[in-house]
């Protein structure tokens, strides 16, 4: 299995302290916050791993990563020129990952506890399809929320009103090369991205989505609290 993070996106919630530096590059706790996609990745033995980021502080990112030696790990990058969405970002993933291979997709901002590995065992079961990772949330109406028939997941619901469950859907994936066949499909949303819940509920509707639930704490470290609160929990980690 390889590994892509994605690390682009103008970060305009985190604004001022965006304005200078890319947010993926923000300390959060020890380490910058792209420091702890990696280590996720390399714990549970991925070690060729694509980094696509945004033009912005793409320098830092090579002088603080560099080929990835510090982790043992084999890291590339490539450069979103605008933001277009995620799918659009993993897109460019296409010609890193062999056929036939699988990958973990971490959205750089994404910070959790959990160990990925049984996860990992797990999905590589499967015949084909894709994986998400939920999580209970006291806001679910912010994010993408699935829709349940029985226990399996028949669509997600992206940013819902009224939302049917406190799950959300965090941005930790795992896909087949299929995936790239599915985003050519997609057309861009509302606001003129392609957007990754619709490459999920691609896969739902085939019956192809599988999902795990993280048991310990996780964030996306997009807002000034939620980044304030993962710089708590990793030094809280750190100090243990």
Known sequence: MRGVILAGGTGTRLRPLTNIVNKHLLPVGKYPMIHYAIDKMVSIGIKQILLVIGKQSAGLFTEYIGSGQQWGASISYKIQEQAGGIAEALAMAEDFIPPEEHMLVILGDNLFQDDLHHAMKEYKKQPQGAHVFLKTVSDPSRYGVPVWEGDRIASIEEK???????????????????????????????????????????????????????????????????????????TGCEAE
């Open 160 to 234: 819902p009103a009224d939302p049917q469950s406190h799950y959300c859907v965090t941005g930790i994936y795992m896909y087949d090369t299929e995936v790239f066949d599915i985003i050519r499909s997609v057309k861009p949303s509302i606001r003129g991205e392609l957007e990754i819940t619709d490459v999920n509920n691609a896969y739902a509707a085939k019956h192809a989505l599988s999902y795990s639930i993280l048991s310990g704490w996780w964030t996306d470290a997009g807002t000034h609290f939620s980044l304030q609160q993962a710089s708590s929990q990793l």
